[in-house]
């Protein structure tokens, strides 16, 4: 059989085919020469209309997916054509990516691929520069975020994550809805600015159909909600609840570590990290006992642990009546203890508990693991692809790892 057999049956053009195929100059690829089909015009690259030839170029390489090993490239000498509209531009080719030395095909392909690898193997696996894959996972992207469909958002969650070392964060938006969950938006910080960056790019339309909105206390953000979206139960979720709870139990833990270690005692909260800001059913059976031990003495730490676990109940009512009791309780009873980062914690439940009690408004219509599953693999991601050296790299990395963006066929074709 032919490989222009095999190509023309996966990969067929309108007004191009197939002509002849050989070794290249090194005799490691293979070489597909383009021709345009007798009877079709040259048509512009901008607007696709046929239109007067002008002239032609020298002949491109166009690297398309490999086969059996061997890597592929199309050959053609593109004509140059006279549009009426856009002048003398260079002719549509319709398995080019823009100036790219990829066809779209390839470009798929490395993208399909670099949703299952990292980047970085994705390159090596196909003997294709970093840059190739970067280049065709911004095109998916791009493909993906221009034919977008946003009908049908009525809950988004609202998280951030830190990026490169120091403080600096991107606002990610999510939609959290039970039919579809994904990464809908990113913006660089996470200031007022930045989420007003997401309404103006959802539209205030869209914005005033949104019935939950889940985000963690970050004053910015309640306050651009408050102004954006108003008619939506605005929960804080728990997952972001309880984060605060454990940087809280870590520095009671931390100050206190230090201060028993200049007195002198025995090292009994080293290695307790963990058994402090697990949950106790998440605990092994080592790490129970451990903790059963520590539980015995009457450490700051343990306080503070035994504070927390206590909250957690908080979560279990069904009437925000009840619930917005035991919270008033457990913040007194904090508001009595020494310890001031659970003071903290404490002092800002009081002042979020309109909005804290929402969460049992929405109950049964979010699931509060959500934000926190894409918080996971949003930092894994973070992690994988190449520690997001610029914004636009973690922006494209982000979108295409979690935003369920919509491919065409040719995508599916190849991977
Ligand atoms: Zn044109």
New binding site residues.
Partial sequence: MLIKTILNRVHRFKSFIYGRVHWGADAEVLEVEMVERANARAR?S??Q?P?PGYDRMAQRRFEFVPLWGIKVFLLYAPRRVC?P??GV?VEYMPWALGKRPLTQAYGWFLAGWAKRLSWKEVAQVFQASWDSVFRSVEMAVQWGRAHLELSGVTCIGIDEIAWKRGHRYLTLVYQIDSHCKRLLWIGEHRKAKTLLGFFRWFGPERSQGLAYICSDMWKPYLRVVAKKAAQAVHVLDRFHIMAHFSKAIDEVRAGEVKELKTKGYEPVLTKTRWLLLKRPENLTDKQTGKLADLLRYNLRSVRAYLLKEDFQFFWTYRSPYWAGRFLDKWCTRTMRSTLEPMKRVAKMLRNHRALLLNWFRAKGQLSSGVVEGFNTKAKLTARKSFGFRTYHGAEIALYHALGALPEPEIAHRFC
Wanted: hydrophobic share 10%.
């Fill in positions: 512009c901008r607007c209309r239109s549009c509209e856009h531009v």
